[in-house]
């Protein structure tokens, strides 16, 4: 079956201190994942993916096949961070059309 | 480009009523999606198309949710007759052709159904 997990409802943190956001995903072939983020009263956009290897706004996230991990990363924490963060898989069986999401970690960081 | 455009915003609705929901995607964009957002089951994609076809509506909750996407610039997501637990935000998002990448979401729309 195909599902992402984000063990975490809410992560409650002071500012400057590192974060993780989790994300495990179970799924047989090779995904592309993504995180997307929810700023209040805004829509939802993708923040980062795994292929690009990049680091947005401080964050980064590594792919762990062995662990099948997407974990979110970011050394020093900023209030503007707060936010819903989600973990997506995109499967390659249909074309990576779809996303499948998880449930979705609240990031609060507190002055 | 003003990305993907929803009308409305917000529904307030009596049960039984017909709910119908509306999405312009990216011009340009030939994947459309539908989700549906709760507290209680986080973000659910319920539907989408490709050039207009739907391609997967396994995550449709029953026959009183339809969607229709008649040309590559408009879909509408009607329920009929809307219950109390179908209130939660719809999203609606699109993507370009090809390979993995980036869905573009637009603003949501806030149903309330009483």
Same mark, same amino acid.
């Given at each position: 079956?195909?599902?992402?997990t984000q063990p975490e409802k809410l992560l409650s943190v002071f500012?400057?201190?590192?974060?993780?956001?989790?994300?495990?995903?179970?799924y047989s072939g090779s995904p592309e994942l993504f995180w997307y983020?929810?700023?209040?009263r805004q829509r939802l956009q993708l923040l980062l993916r795994h292929?690009?290897?990049?680091?947005?706004? /401080?964050?980064?996230?590594? @792919?762990?096949? =062995?662990?099948?991990?997407?974990?979110?990363?970011? $050394?020093?924490?900023?209030?503007?961070?707060?936010?819903?963060?989600?973990?997506?898989?995109?499967?390659?069986? /249909?074309?990576?059309?779809? @996303?499948?999401? =998880?449930?979705?970690?609240?990031?609060?960081?507190? $002055? | 480009?003003?990305?993907?455009?929803?009308?409305?915003?917000?529904?307030?609705?009596?049960?039984?009523?017909?709910?119908?929901?509306?999405?312009?995607?990216?011009?340009?964009?030939?994947?459309?999606?539908?989700?549906?957002?709760?507290?209680?089951?986080?973000?659910?994609?319920?539907?989408?198309?490709?050039?207009?076809?739907?391609?997967?509506?396994?995550?449709?909750?029953?026959?009183?949710?339809?969607?229709?996407?008649?040309?590559?610039?408009?879909?509408?997501?009607?329920?009929?007759?809307?219950?109390?637990?179908?209130?939660?935000?719809?999203?609606?998002?699109?993507?370009?052709?090809?390979?993995?990448?980036?869905?573009?979401?637009?603003?949501?729309?806030?149903?309330?159904?009483?």
């Amino acid at each position: 079956a195909q599902r992402v997990t984000q063990p975490e409802k809410l992560l409650s943190v002071f500012k400057g201190a590192p974060v993780e956001l989790k994300c495990n995903y179970s799924y047989s072939g090779s995904p592309e994942l993504f995180w997307y983020v929810q700023y209040s009263r805004q829509r939802l956009q993708l923040l980062l993916r795994h292929i690009s290897r990049e680091s947005i706004k /401080g964050f980064t996230a590594d @792919l762990n096949k =062995g662990e099948t991990s997407f974990h979110l990363k970011k $050394p020093f924490a900023q209030e503007e961070d707060s936010a819903m963060y989600y973990c997506a898989l995109s499967p390659r069986s /249909g074309g990576y059309n779809k @996303l499948i999401f =998880g449930a979705g970690t609240r990031l609060a960081v507190h $002055p | 480009d003003a990305g993907v455009i929803q009308s409305p915003r917000h529904e307030v609705t009596e049960m039984g009523q017909e709910v119908t929901l509306r999405c312009k995607p990216i011009s340009g964009h030939n994947s459309l999606f539908w989700y549906r957002q709760t507290m209680m089951r986080g973000l659910e994609l319920l539907i989408y198309f490709n050039n207009n076809v739907p391609i997967d509506d396994s995550g449709m909750p029953e026959d009183r949710f339809s969607a229709k996407m008649p040309n590559a610039s408009f879909s509408t997501l009607k329920i009929q007759p809307s219950e109390p637990r179908d209130s939660a935000v719809y999203f609606c998002a699109s993507r370009p052709a090809g390979g993995p990448g980036e869905q573009y979401f637009g603003p949501g729309t806030r149903l309330t159904v009483t």
